[in-house]
């Protein structure tokens, strides 16, 4: 449940870095958003990982297939739109 939580977070900041983009320029600047969001989504999903290894007791080969989970499906619907608007 908790990694389904923080996806959908993820999702969130997409749709946040996208609003941000049309009011500050349109189209122009879909690429910078989406440019910006995969840099602070890896940040952050790396951070949750980070946790689940020092804090939770898990491994790294544990979380990181919950980190690739986490990490992938924001980042790649967001090249995927950022592809389909070009």
Do not use: D, H
């Not at 939580?5 to 690429?31: H, N, Q, S, Y």
């Not at 958003?33 to 020092?54: D, E, P, Q, S, Y």
């Not at 980190?67 to 608007?85: G, Q």
């Amino acid at each position: 449940m908790r990694t389904m939580i923080i996806i959908l977070g993820g999702f969130l900041l997409f749709a946040v870095c996208i609003g941000t983009a049309r009011l500050l320029g349109g189209a122009a600047t879909m690429g910078i958003a989406v440019k910006v969001f995969i840099t602070i989504w890896l940040v952050l999903a790396g951070i949750n990982m980070w946790v689940g290894v020092a804090q939770a007791g898990y491994s790294v080969t544990e979380e990181l297939p919950i980190f690739l989970l986490i990490f992938s499906l924001p980042a790649a619907t967001a090249l995927f739109i950022w592809w389909k608007s070009s």
